[in-house]
């Protein structure tokens, strides 16, 4: 599932070519696509019509495209496979294009919406007074937000009582971090996955955060992280950060910091990647 760096990267591209331009007419070709959008596929398309999009927004991994004067937003869930894609008018069909939406203007363009597996969708939602649609209330600040909170971070980390990456990867501590990103931080970082958040000193929690900004703002210089050809920008581009990773995905390949193979564990239905010699396990989790 992308992560903060890729949904960033489509954000910028559609504040370059869906900003300001008004919507002519929406198409649902796929009704899962809108599935979360519980009035059905006939009322989004219609509540769409004639609305002027503002600043494309993100926190973490949601992004949403706010209706300009209507206190309303279009939320976008990529799901697993969902893409985003600003395409000509003229340009062939995708084979899983679920939602199209044209525009007023001239510009020979149009927003697409992809999605193979059908895990993401787009729906509309009520606005809070910052802006933020009001099902994602409860989602914190991501760690590249201006006004995240680092002092808070630590604070609510060491009363979690849990280990650091369920922390890194809890929606309502932190956002934007997934299982890569989090892997990749805490290499850089020299921590266990397993590691108690009871035991961080202010140092070590404001260290963490310096690692998890640089590693996402790396991805980001380079379009963020592509395994396969399901995560795009909204030109079809992959991004090229995997090239760089140092952590995951490396099982049994020298640590880049002191040759040690790297190792795979199960984690969570998912899995963790770390050097057992530079991200020395905890005593109860060795």
């Known amino acids: 599932m992308p992560e903060l760096p890729e949904v960033e990267v489509v954000r910028r591209g559609l504040e370059r070519w869906v900003a300001h331009r008004t919507v ?155 299982n890569i990103y989090a892997d990749e931080a805490l290499w850089r970082s020299r921590l266990h996955y397993d590691r108690p958040t009871h035991t961080f000193t202010r140092p070590r929690s404001f260290e963490l955060l310096g690692h998890v900004r640089d590693v996402m703002n790396a991805a980001l210089a380079v379009g963020g992280t592509s395994f396969d050809s399901l995560y795009v920008n909204v030109n079809g581009e992959s991004g090229y950060f995997d090239r760089s990773l140092d952590a995951y995905g490396r099982e049994g390949l020298p640590c880049k910091r002191c040759g040690t193979p790297m190792r795979r564990r199960p984690w969570m239905n998912r899995s963790s990647y770390f050097c057992p010699t530079c991200q020395r396990a905890p005593r109860a989790a060795s």
């Open 24 to 178: 002519a007419d929406a198409e649902v070709l796929h009704p899962r696509a809108v599935r979360r959008h519980l009035a059905g596929a006939d009322d989004f398309a219609h509540r769409l019509a004639g609305h002027r999009i503002g600043t494309p927004s993100r926190r973490g991994k949601y992004l949403w495209l706010p209706l300009e004067d209507s206190g309303q937003a279009i939320l976008a869930h990529l799901g697993m496979s969902g893409q985003l894609l600003v395409q000509p008018h003229a340009a062939p069909d995708e084979k899983h294009l679920r939602i199209r939406v044209r525009f007023a203007d001239t510009v020979d363009t149009e927003l697409r919406f992809v999605d193979q597996r059908t895990f993401g969708g787009l729906s509309l939602h009520d606005t809070t007074a910052d802006g933020l649609p009001d099902v994602i209330g409860h989602i914190a600040r991501d760690p590249l937000d201006p006004l995240f909170d680092d002092e808070a971070f630590h604070q609510a980390l060491r009363r979690k009582r849990t280990t650091i990456k369920r922390a890194l990867l809890d929606q309502s501590l932190i956002s934007g971090v997934g």
